[in-house]
């Protein structure tokens, strides 16, 4: 049996937020209850990675004491960049339980991020009386650039000694996809000169900053009978109908991180900090699929049948980050930068407008 869901969710540059974000739907590959969650979850988590850890890799915004400054506006978007060892995953090394490479030498298969024109073939353990596998399929490709742009909209409103940052996405469609996402965040950003007094009317600055974000998409599918090869005749009662298909694809991010950051002059700030991600994920398909079991009877043979809801996966995971960057004020704009280091860095940027 096998079940396999690619979902990418791209975004191209920070335009397309305002309800134009072009998006790449993924397809669905056939593959087993107990075999294509396990190839689902190790396809998807370079994607799952990246939009946790990207979700906060923009959030810093230094607090300025007794600041008339209180209400920003930005455009934000961070960009992450996928470590080369998971664009791929060894099909050998995920518990597999029905396949296996066809080649015993080519074990590698793309994740989501991969390379857009590798593939590799699994093959069914169960055999027909020939000695043949009854099931063969090719894994899917990426989408060949191992990074990703995840643009957003923030607003920051400035106390005394400390910023509460919100980041979002409003809930939109995405044009000739059949998909909708949307990203609520928030952060606060306390200055620590009223803990350190040494600090207090100095350049030097330390902040600490914790929050979190949610992310949410979903997306309409058209998964249909076929997409396997095998060398017997198929039976059963996939029927349909599969017009009730849907993805589901939940995102949490939680940081905590401190800064330290310079001030020259009124206008332009350096600062360097280092921090915390844990992220979750779970991704759903609802609805009917066509789901191929192989050899339920022991006869050699091949029966697809109908199966609601076939997957829910869940993920946790982890990063450490270091980060540097500057921020420059004008008089109603502010331009930031910042880099990025360790697993899925990268780099960011923030565009805003100063209200008051």
Known sequence: MKKHIVFVLLFLSYHLISGQILTHSGEMIKAGLEDGPKLVNAYLTPL?????FGLSDVSYSRPKKNSSTRLLLSAKMAYVIVPEKDLTFDVTQIGLTHFV???PHEVMAQTILGDSLRHITLVSKEKNLMGKPLIKFKTPGGKQYPSM???FLGITYRFSSANLIFNFIPYVPLPTTGMKVGMAGIYYQQDMSGIIHSLKGKRLGMSMQIGGAFFYGHSHLEVKPGGISTPVTITGNATGPYDNQNLNAYYMSLYAGMYLDYSLGEKFTLFVGSGTNYGYSRIMLTGRYPIYISD???FGSVVAKDVDDPLDITGNYFRYKIEAGGRLEFEKFYLQLVYNAGPYG??????GYIFY
């Open 48 to 52: 799952n990675k990246v939009i946790i």
């Open 101 to 103: 490479p066809e080649n």
């Open 149 to 151: 742009l995840l643009p």
């Open 296 to 298: 339920p009877m022991g």
């Open 346 to 351: 990268g780099g960011g940027l923030s565009l």
